[in-house]
């Protein structure tokens, strides 16, 4: 799987959307970008994934550049309660069976 | 919406104790998995089963085993306990198929063995 790199953390106000990127300059054409979070003492929580298009659900949009090289995971009307690490994964269609989550990035959302 | 749950969120257990570790998902799903995760080392596959009766190593198999007798069930039993199995445990499910198909986890079960 290529490796991503996200920030460390970042900060966003309440009701402000947050936009948190990834970069994964070594994708390849079969791979697809997962965008899961984590928030603290709890399991990680699936939040959307994509291949090539933007795709958008009730969590989140996700944004894929042309040359799918970085994505932007967006969610639009940041609460409190996403306050989270949130964790940038690609994943090959043959990937195998495991998840592999890097450092991800620490999103503080602030009243 | 798709529902992993596992028995316990804390466990205390003693050294050399045999250790059940339960996971239901009620989404049907035929791909369930069991993690652990650990601050620095991330997250780290045990094992992991396609059907019933059916199991497969992850990187890290050692001191565990696994049941899964009925589809919607996924037990991890660590044989021994020892201390260096306290972590936090996670189990997941599927649907088939491959890279385009979430893992959708369960809360977890932080284990500390004594």
């Known amino acids: 799987d290529a490796k991503t790199t996200q920030p460390p953390s970042m900060d966003c106000a309440e009701g402000r959307a947050a936009n948190l990127p990834c970069n994964h300059s070594?994708?390849?054409?079969?791979?697809?970008v997962y965008w899961y979070r984590q928030i603290h003492s709890q399991g990680p929580q699936y939040i959307i994934h994509g291949l090539k298009n933007n795709e958008t659900n009730e969590m989140a949009s996700l944004i894929i550049t042309e040359d799918r090289k970085s994505s932007t995971l967006i969610l639009p009307h940041a609460t409190l309660r996403d306050t989270a690490v949130y964790y940038c994964?690609?994943?090959?269609?043959?990937?195998?069976?495991?998840?592999?989550f890097g450092g991800g990035t620490r999103l503080m959302v602030k009243p | 919406d798709v529902k992993v749950t596992q028995s316990s969120r804390y466990l205390v257990k003693r050294t050399g104790e045999k250790v059940f570790l339960e996971c239901v998902q009620d989404m049907d799903h035929e791909n369930m998995f069991w993690y652990r995760q650990d601050p620095g080392l991330g997250l780290r596959l045990i094992y992991f089963?396609?059907?019933?009766?059916?199991?497969e190593k992850g990187d890290i198999p050692e001191g565990y085993s696994v049941s899964r007798e009925k589809k919607e069930r996924f037990s991890l039993i660590l044989e021994s306990a020892s201390t260096n199995q306290t972590s936090m445990y996670l189990c997941?499910?599927?649907?088939?198929?491959?890279?385009?198909?979430?893992?959708?986890f369960g809360d977890g079960t932080r284990l500390s063995i004594l």
């Open positions: 997941a499910s599927s649907s088939p198929g491959q890279g385009d198909q979430p893992q959708h």
């Open positions: 089963s396609y059907d019933v009766k059916m199991k």
């Open positions: 070594t994708i390849s054409g079969n791979e697809y």
């Open positions: 994964i690609v994943r090959g269609y043959n990937a195998g069976n495991m998840l592999t």
